[in-house]
């Protein structure tokens, strides 16, 4: 088969130099790429493990909730939340089966465009990078608005903080991936401690364990109810209101893909990768079902301090947890909640900036972007992609001014769609993928990490996803038709397919035949680097103590997973 050339042509004395990016060497089209350097593959195996839970852990499960538990009550956000991360389940299954046969250091958008069609590649590519050069921005500003519960606005402008904080991210970023790794393993760390704690403390006032001594149990799911009927009244109002909910839920799990964008610079990427993934599965049921399932049982929708926390931007007091703290008689801990909220949202930024540098990286790998957008330095930094990304997060002092805080909201709301277009793609990527593995003679059995629902998961997945993305702006059309939050809730579908069909139609890309699809070039390296990894890996632990970093992730996070 055409698909199945040798990549022996391709090997140089760069194949005895492990944790090195393989892509280079293979364009999509055949056209070969010439760089100065390439990723170097430095995250070990606790940062991708870590990374990919401090993706599923955000402000949208600490803080977006309660906007849905006061809109809807406790019984949707608990459906919602429940049936959407079964979906982000089953995505990120389909793209751990396809980062585990080849970790591509251009992620899923290199999979679209390798496995699928050249038309996806650039579109998702470039909406995913158009997301995170907005969201990046959005989060440096949230983290300056966190900090006002301290230094008021009066006393020190937010200016001041967003420069911080952004010379911070640049440096974490442009000092190499083991740098990042090592910074985001301890804040992704920190967050699995707090929502451990917040946990805990949910299940402990539940019980009665609170100041007040009051066992809530599904007192509130009685009175004032499980659901809060939504727009309309009786079964369609109840309806709606969990249909509500699900727009809330997909915020809170959109980052989970960062694991990704990770698989290039992942060391032994087809153990870490999908280990990582299938630890996915607890993660969503215990850090986001249990506990919305407990928030409701310790705060009533009605609540004066839930409508109270809903009208905050960010910060400790617009957490429901919060809110439901202050209603069991708990003092001091919405302070210490503060803190761990920054570093939430600094955490957020400082990965964001990274995914976005990555993914122009990957569109320049493939020639969608600026070839120097490509290059890297000695420690294999993209320092031009960063550099681009990085100048787009200046946008964030727009919010220093109140009078552009409304149209940079509103592009921001723009670019959440681009989220569930990106599990759109990763869907529709992975069924073309295993379409054409089936077509070259390729089985499970000889796959280093298959899906567990296979094809048919990503299918079922891609059919929610896409209902999901078709009605989740269904309240603009009702009382009254709201064209702004029209226009940006949905003005990111034509935008998508309009790079789509338009790339098509320019570069007249032709739809990839199933046995045509390359599945092997680049593969023999990576193998070899996969050896060579285990080799020296190996020869390092014989007599080795374990790092402090080791230590700390085996002996009290692992055991949580």
Not at 19 to 37: C, I, N, P, R
Not at 490 to 516: A, R, T, V
């Amino acid at each position: 088969m055409a698909a199945r050339r040798s990549t022996n042509s391709i090997s140089s004395d760069r194949d005895q130099v492990p944790y090195t990016d393989a892509e280079k060497h293979d364009a999509v089209a055949g056209d070969e790429l010439e760089f100065s350097h390439s990723l170097h593959r430095g995250l070990k195996a606790r940062h991708i493990t870590m990374i990919a839970i401090g993706g599923a852990i955000g402000t949208g499960l600490i803080i977006g909730t309660g906007s849905a538990l006061a809109k809807a009550g406790p019984a949707p956000i608990l459906i919602s939340y429940t049936i959407v991360g079964f979906i982000v389940y089953l995505v990120m299954c389909a793209l751990g089966e396809m980062a585990a046969w080849l970790p591509l250091g251009s992620g899923f958008t290199g999979y679209a465009t390798r496995f699928c069609d050249p038309a996806l590649g650039f579109s998702l590519g470039w909406t995913y990078w158009f997301k995170y050069i907005i969201v990046t921005p959005n989060q440096l500003t949230a983290a300056a608005l966190v900090i006002q519960v301290w230094v008021p606005r009066e006393k020190v402008n937010p200016g001041v903080f967003i420069a911080v904080f952004l010379v911070t991210i640049i440096f974490i970023n442009y000092f190499g991936i083991k740098l990042f790794g090592e910074f985001e393993f301890w804040l992704s760390s920190i967050k699995v401690v707090t929502i451990c704690g917040i946990i805990l403390v949910s299940l402990i006032l539940a019980c009665g364990g609170g100041p007040n001594g009051e066992a809530t149990g599904f007192k509130y799911w009685k009175d004032p109810g499980a659901i809060k009927p939504y727009i309309a009244t009786g079964a369609t109002g109840n309806f709606l209101a969990i249909w509500s909910t699900f727009v809330t839920a997909t915020f809170a799990y959109l980052g989970t893909e960062l694991v990704g964008v990770t698989v290039g610079e992942a060391q032994n990427p087809r153990k870490t990768i999908p280990h990582a993934i299938r630890l996915t599965f607890y993660r969503i049921l215990i850090f986001y079902c249990l506990s919305v399932f407990l928030l409701g049982m310790i705060l009533p929708y009605d609540s004066p301090d839930l409508l109270y926390a809903t009208k905050q931007s960010t910060g400790a007091n617009a957490s429901p947890f919060v809110a439901a703290i202050k209603l069991s008689g708990i003092r001091h801990l919405p302070g210490i909640l503060n803190g761990c909220i920054l570093l939430f949202v600094f955490s957020a930024s400082n990965s964001d900036l990274y995914i976005a540098s990555r993914t122009i990286y990957g569109l320049a790998l493939e020639g969608k972007a600026p070839k120097f957008l490509a290059k890297t330095d000695k420690r294999g930094v993209p320092v031009y992609a960063l550099g681009l990304s990085a100048s787009f997060a200046l946008l964030a002092f727009m919010n220093v001014s109140t009078s552009s805080k409304d149209v940079f909201g509103y592009f921001v709301n723009l670019t959440t769609i681009f989220g569930i277009l990106t599990w759109i793609s990763i869907l529709v990527t992975h069924i073309f993928f295993v379409n054409a593995r089936r077509a070259q003679g390729i089985t499970d059995a000889q796959m280093p990490y298959t899906a567990p629902l296979g094809k048919s998961g990503s299918i079922g997945a891609l059919f929610m996803c896409c209902l999901i993305a078709i009605f989740k702006n269904f309240d603009v059309f009702t009382p009254k038709f709201n064209a702004k939050n029209f226009v940006t809730g949905y003005l990111g579908i034509p935008l998508y397919l309009i790079m789509i069909f338009g790339y098509k139609i320019l570069m007249k890309s032709p739809p990839i035949k199933p046995e045509e699809v390359d599945l092997f070039s680049g593969k023999d390296r990576i193998d070899k680097e996969e050896e060579e990894f285990l080799r020296q890996q190996e020869i390092k632990m014989q007599g080795k103590a374990p790092s402090g970093g080791q230590w700390f992730y085996k002996t009290f996070i692992s055991w949580l997973f």
